[in-house]
């Protein structure tokens, strides 16, 4: 009988329609290597050479307001541009481009320069959550937002340039690529179960209680079956909801909680202020949301110790995702770093 947690075996994802190759037997026991500790420096509360502290001339020239809480401007150097001209390009069909148009923005959490979302405070995060959910009923109601995605980006080894604790808020006329695979995975799970795909994914990992991370009233945090990072995770709402905007009072303050409780159960992992990926997927502007279940996915890349990391490379990016812990593995340690 082949047994998951020692037998090389395939895990399948239903909102990409993708497998990832786990290997367990290559680690036989959940943890190996070293687990060396590094310095950070301690970083001060405002940086004069900052460019997004308060008060400070940003990169584009623009001077920041001297703001106290969150604080969202336009970026100075956007992926996305407004003014875009129309145009499509088209060579015997294989070679294709077309304009698109966008708008790209971006949200200070704080203007304390030292601070992550896992050291701010819960009642610090909130007023982020509602920026977000202000952005993107703004962005997803006007001419361009297609799409709005948020994410942030922590930390130099995520290709973050800036430790001024920020994210990102991109709009764009057309359906990304991740969002539209979601998007036709979650439509036709609904179409024959009548079901939400998330939903019932949420009801059955309550039930096993293996891959369960953290939880409140409002929200789920989970190891997800078919995760590819080592310590990947999937945020869950427990009520179905397909917008940002459309989290109750009391479900955005158990949103900013989580985020901060997350956050801080990375950091403890290893020690050190984690570095990750992380973003919210919601229905695209116009769609029907009926089947779309808001999530966020958090994409850390620290594998053994502070500073080995996982890397996609070989098979895995000539042929499919593979990872060695495994998922409740993963799941049992970020359990106990959230009891530190």
């Not at 541009?81 to 145009?87: E, K, Q, V, Y």
């Not at 704080?110 to 509602?130: G, K, N, W």
């Not at 709009?171 to 179960?193: F, M, Q, V, W």
Request: hydrophobic share 40%.
């Amino acid at each position: 009988m082949m047994d998951l947690r020692s037998h090389p075996h395939r895990r399948y994802n239903p909102l990409t329609r993708q497998w990832v190759l786990v290997s367990p037997q290559r680690t036989q026991r959940p943890w190996l290597g070293q687990t060396e500790k590094v310095s950070e420096p301690v970083l001060a509360s405002y940086d004069p050479a900052c460019y997004l502290c308060p008060g400070n001339t940003r990169a584009g020239g623009a001077r920041n307001p001297d703001y106290t809480a969150a604080y969202v401007f336009d970026n100075d150097f956007a992926a996305l541009l407004p003014d875009t001209p129309p145009g499509r390009f088209n060579e015997s069909g294989l070679l294709l481009a077309e304009n698109e148009r966008g708008t790209c923005r971006v949200v200070c959490f704080s203007p304390d320069h030292s601070l992550t979302l896992a050291r701010m405070t819960p009642e610090q995060i909130r007023p982020v959550v509602d920026i977000w959910a202000a952005q993107s009923r703004d962005l997803m109601t006007g001419p361009l937002g297609g799409y709005v995605q948020i994410f942030e980006n922590r930390g130099e080894m995520m290709g973050c340039s800036n430790p001024h604790p920020h994210c990102q808020i991109w709009a764009g006329e057309t359906i990304p690529n991740e969002i539209a695979t979601e998007g036709a995975s979650l439509r036709d799970y609904k179409a024959a179960h009548g079901s939400c795909l998330l939903c019932d994914y949420l009801a059955l990992e309550t039930r096993l209680k293996e891959r369960i991370v953290l939880e409140n009233a409002s929200f789920t945090v989970v190891a997800p079956f078919w995760a590819v990072w080592p310590f990947e995770t999937l945020l869950l709402p427990k009520r179905h909801v397909s917008l940002i905007d459309g989290f109750h009072e009391s479900e955005r303050n158990h949103l900013a909680r989580i985020l901060q409780q997350l956050t801080a159960c990375y950091d403890a992992l290893f020690e050190v202020s984690f570095p990750y990926t992380m973003g919210f997927h919601q229905s695209p502007a116009g769609a029907n949301s009926e089947a779309w279940h808001f999530h966020g996915h958090f994409y850390p890349p620290l594998l053994r110790s502070a500073t080995v990391r996982k890397f996609m490379v070989g098979y895995e990016m000539l042929a499919t995702p593979q990872r060695d812990i495994t998922i409740e593995d993963a799941a049992m340690r970020l359990r106990g770093a959230a009891r530190l």
